[in-house]
Structure formats: structure tokens, C-alpha cells
């Protein structure tokens, strides 16, 4: 079991830039393949971005790619988005996630059905 805590969220300005931050605790966060969703208000949650277990590879949704980058330190059991370039539409409810096993996704990397231990979330808001 993994318990996952964000933060890092705030108000800027479009085209500015956060960094997020995913703390989790257990000594077997290396082995989890790790996701950032975001859910705004009155949309369903939405996947944002994934990384294996050793960092190995990276997936993005394509409203995102090129803007964000996530990635991991399992010494420190930290995954983070980087996010660039932030537009109002990103404007969200952040949360990272961790499948139910180890080493692998469950189903769709994309779907939230997937992903058993979530964050409480944090807030991003741009401006426009």
C-alpha cells in the first residue's frame, strides 16, 4: 500500500510555470508505476501524465505534451510535474495516483479505473 501526498499547486498566470510535487510514503513506492491526473469543475478526472517504475518511460494526453514533463526520484519517493506554458484550460484539481500492483498499469494507463491510491489533490489555477 502507498498513501500519496501533492502539493505545490497555485494561482499563476498563463504562460507561467509550476512544478508539483507527489510525496509518498512506504518502502515500495520504487516499484509502482506512478500517474498525475487533474479534475475540473463539472468535467470528469482526466488523465495528464505517467511514468514507469524506473522512470524509464514517459506518457503525456496530448493537451499536455510538449508543456509538461513528469518524473521521479525514488530515493527521495517524489514524482513531479513540471508544468510550462500553463493555459487557463489547465485550470484543475491535481492529483497523482498508483496502481493497485507493482511493476505494471492496470488496464489503461489513461483511465482513473486503474489507479487504486490517490492523492487528496491539489489546486492549479491560470490566469488569463
Known amino acids: 500500500q502507498v498513501q500519496l501526498v501533492e502539493s505545490g499547486g497555485a494561482l499563476v498566470q498563463a504562460g507561467g510555470s509550476l512544478r508539483l510535487s507527489c510525496a509518498a510514503s512506504?518502502?515500495?513506492?520504487?516499484?509502482?508505476?506512478m500517474g498525475w491526473f487533474r479534475q475540473a469543475p463539472g468535467k470528469e478526472r482526466e488523465f495528464v501524465a505517467a511514468i514507469t517504475w524506473n522512470g524509464g518511460s514517459t506518457y503525456y494526453a496530448d493537451s499536455v505534451k510538449g508543456r509538461f514533463t513528469i518524473s521521479r526520484d525514488n530515493a527521495k519517493n517524489t514524482v513531479s510535474l513540471q508544468m510550462n506554458s500553463l493555459k487557463p484550460e489547465d485550470t484543475a484539481v491535481y492529483y497523482c495516483?498508483?496502481?493497485?500492483?507493482?511493476?505494471?498499469?492496470?488496464?489503461?494507463?489513461?483511465?482513473?479505473?486503474?489507479?487504486?491510491?490517490w492523492g487528496q489533490g491539489t489546486q492549479v489555477t491560470v490566469s488569463s
Open positions: 512506504g518502502r515500495t513506492f520504487s516499484r509502482y508505476n
Open positions: 495516483a498508483a496502481p493497485k500492483k507493482v511493476w505494471s498499469f492496470i488496464g489503461s494507463r489513461d483511465s482513473p479505473l486503474g489507479y487504486e491510491y
